[in-house]
């Protein structure tokens, strides 16, 4: 069956189950994932830390992030997991020898090592920093490589909407605010008519990309399909909670691409556009359970930092691991 709009959460949380690659042994490292997280500036270090380890602990190989050189010290204490990459420049750090075009480059030259991108985390309004990314997201687009774009990746999107106009390996992941902006780019009120149907006007003004509008529900959109995810999470509203969502949805896009390559046997009854709503309804279910775990545990106490330790539980709690046996078959 299809994915539709009568779809249980029972049965979207099934096909979810059914993209996750089992853990077999004739894998390689760098199969199951290799994402890379863009952001990063001097001011923002905890935002792409947060995104890259929920990538990690949900089990993507190999996490990277590429960021400014005064970011990536501090992201470096936070965890030796990490792959640091310094490449990153805002406008004043620019080197007499360095332009955006040598930066831009040296960025772009890892697009051929990754899975999938994650735009915005920490990233800032810094000019030189949002060219580069807009380069990446251009250089992605050739190659047909995923991304995701949150916090000022959006500001991308709402000002450069070119860059992600009609290209489906795209996911937005938009707060309350951001998607006001993002809506008032493209003339859509969002106060007027069928607040069910704001998302998916959203998602076919940008030409079917996927929206995930966050809120008290999430409802998700590419223009013909919209699901709603509405797993009960925690009730504190900290920074930095979005930064799960992002590094969540990418990890399941690469195990969205090792199922398009059958690089384990399965039943091959998805495509490509259902697996993409499911990379999001999955990354929301899982952030949602890893909030609600975190709010159970810490109260009005709870930091950004608590839902990373809750990753791999929510996953377990939400999807499911496969048996060992079922592995071997």
């Known amino acids: ?12 949380l099934g ?25 990063g500036s001097e001011d923002y270090t905890g935002a792409p830390y947060f995104s890259a380890m929920a990538s990690a602990r949900l089990g993507c190989d ?20 990490l792959m640091v990459h310094p490449y990153m420049r805002q406008s004043k750090n620019l080197a007499a020898d360095e ?12 697009l051929d090592r990754l899975h999938v991108v994650v735009i915005g985390p920490g990233l800032g309004r810094d000019k030189a920093m949002l060219e580069t990314c807009a380069r990446v997201i251009q250089e992605a687009r050739k190659k047909n490589i995923s991304f995701v774009l949150d916090a000022d990746g959006l500001y991308l999107a709402q000002t450069r909407p070119e ?11 938009p707060n309350v605010v951001e998607f006001g902006r993002l809506a008032k780019a493209q003339n859509i009120d969002v106060t007027a008519g069928d607040q069910t149907k704001v998302c998916e006007k959203l998602a076919n003004a940008f030409g079917g990309v996927t929206i995930i509008q ?3 529900k999430d409802y998700i959109s590419n223009g013909q399909l919209t699901l709603i995810s509405e797993g009960e999470g925690g009730l504190k509203r900290s920074g930095g909670q979005g930064d799960t969502l992002t590094g969540s949805i990418a990890t399941l896009l690469a195990y969205r691409k090792a199922y398009l390559e059958r690089i384990w046997d399965h039943e091959n009854d998805m495509s490509p556009d259902e697996l993409l709503a499911l990379c999001a309804y999955g990354g929301s279910a899982i952030t ?14 709870l930091q950004a930092a608590d839902l990373t330790e809750h990753v791999h539980t929510a996953f377990l709690d939400i999807i499911g691991e496969k048996p060992t046996e079922e592995s071997k078959l």
């Open 288 to 301: 949602r359970e890893c909030s609600r775990l975190a709010f159970k545990a810490k109260g009005r106490s």
């Open 214 to 216: 966050k809120g008290a």
């Open 1 to 12: 069956m299809a994915l539709s709009m009568s779809s249980t959460r029972k049965e979207v």
């Open 62 to 81: 190999m996490s990277h992030v590429i960021c400014e050189p005064g970011a990536s010290q501090v992201i470096k204490t936070y965890s030796p997991n």
């Open 15 to 39: 096909k979810v189950y059914k993209m996750i690659p089992p853990m077999l042994e004739k894998f390689h490292k760098g199969q199951l994932g290799r994402v890379a997280v863009i952001g």
């Open 99 to 110: 332009t955006i075009e040598s930066i831009s480059a040296e960025v772009v030259a890892m």
């Open 163 to 173: 860059l992600v106009q009609g290209y489906k390996e795209c996911i937005l992941t």
